[in-house]
């Protein structure tokens, strides 16, 4: 809790496991850093964040770094945030995630994600919605040449990404004022998504939220499907 890892020049975590949340790493209001090509390879677990566990914390991978070969049996193939935030640059990608729920390789319960550099999350799966992104509130911006790659959502919403609006209560936000709902953006500016799929609704994107739900933002700009 509160405390910092880094992995620099090429080090790793491999073949690691974890009967619950997180199979490499959990962080309450932590950072990871990985830079310099470093990896996290090889991760299981048996709940949420097959790689990392996020609540409040931060997970940046630079320079050409990578989570690769991870696996949750419910939510966030690779990362689960609760509040969190994710940064990949330069390069720096998830590779080979699966989720038996939501979000084949990141699962966003509040909190962001950003791409940028060329970034990449590639070949990645969820049971349910999202094959590379699901978000219950939270952002998702993608620039600069990043990419999502062959994502699927065997279930669902969101061969790549899917975000809904959720209705909290007064006891998930210690309000007096239940009914308030969570807002999430999507920014895709100059990057592309290749190949996803989703059994039945947004192939690539899915978007969905009720009717008392605040404005969503999503902005498409430069970007190519195919």
Not at 51 to 68: I, P
Not at 149 to 177: K, L, W
Request: glycine fraction near 20%; charged fraction near 5%.
């Amino acid at each position: 809790s509160g405390g910092s890892v880094t992995l620099s020049g090429g080090s790793s975590v491999i073949n690691s496991s974890a009967g619950q949340f997180g199979g490499a790493m959990y962080l309450t209001r932590g950072s990871v850093t990985l830079s310099g090509g470093s990896s996290v390879v090889n991760s299981t677990a048996v709940e949420n964040g097959g790689a990392m566990y996020l609540v409040g914390g931060s997970v940046t991978l630079s320079g050409g770094s990578s989570v690769v070969n991870s696996t949750a049996g419910k939510s966030g193939g690779a990362m689960f945030l609760s509040g969190g935030s994710v940064t990949l640059s330069g390069g720096s990608s998830v590779i080979n995630s699966t989720a038996g729920w939501d979000g084949g390789a990141m699962f966003l319960n509040g909190g962001s994600v950003t791409l940028s550099g060329g970034s990449s999350v590639v070949n990645s799966s969820a049971g349910s919605d999202g094959g590379a992104v699901a978000l219950s509130g939270g952002s998702v911006i993608l620039s600069g040449a990043s990419s999502i790659v062959n994502s699927r959502s065997t279930g669902y919403y969101g061969g790549a990404i899917s975000a809904q609006a959720v209705r909290t209560t007064a006891e998930d936000t210690c309000s007096s004022s239940a009914g308030i709902a969570h807002r999430f953006r999507i920014d895709l500016l100059n990057s592309s998504f290749e190949s996803s799929t989703a059994l039945l609704h947004g192939g690539a994107v899915a978007l969905s939220g009720p009717f008392w739900a605040p404005v969503n933002i999503t902005v498409f700009r430069g970007c190519s499907f195919s």
